[in-house]
């Protein structure tokens, strides 16, 4: 099982980028699928969540800026970020998880996303 997350680069603020988490070995079709991340000194939090059967969730900071959709045909999950602020700087990672047993959790690679101010 493979998560390979990447779109990360340099982007000033107010601007925008799609991150792409691509998955092989599973059917994302079954699993929910979160992006996380985790900025410079500080611990990894849940950004947002496409579960399998409704629409995205997502924290607050981001709400309104971010979307997460996926494309089950295409195996792959994908993170729109807009109206990007110095804040959201950091690794951005993917994890999936089965719908139907919550100890398949699968973690790709980060992508550094650097909003520059």
């Known amino acids: 099982v493979q998560l390979q997350a990447s779109g990360g680069g340099l982007v000033q603020a107010g601007g925008s980028l799609t991150l792409t988490c691509a998955a092989s070995g599973i059917d994302i079709s079954g699993f929910n699928v979160g992006w996380y991340r985790q900025a410079p000194g500080k611990g990894r939090e849940l950004v947002g969540v496409t579960p399998t059967d409704r629409g995205a969730v997502y924290v607050d900071s981001v709400k309104g800026r971010f979307t997460i959709s996926r494309d089950n045909a295409k195996n792959t999950v994908y993170l729109q970020m807009s109206s990007l602020k110095p804040e959201d700087t950091g690794d951005y990672y993917c994890?999936?998880?089965?719908?139907?047993?919550?100890?398949?959790?699968?973690w790709g690679q980060g992508t550094l996303v650097t909003v520059s101010s």
């Open positions: 994890n999936s998880v089965s719908r139907v047993n919550n100890m398949m959790s699968y």
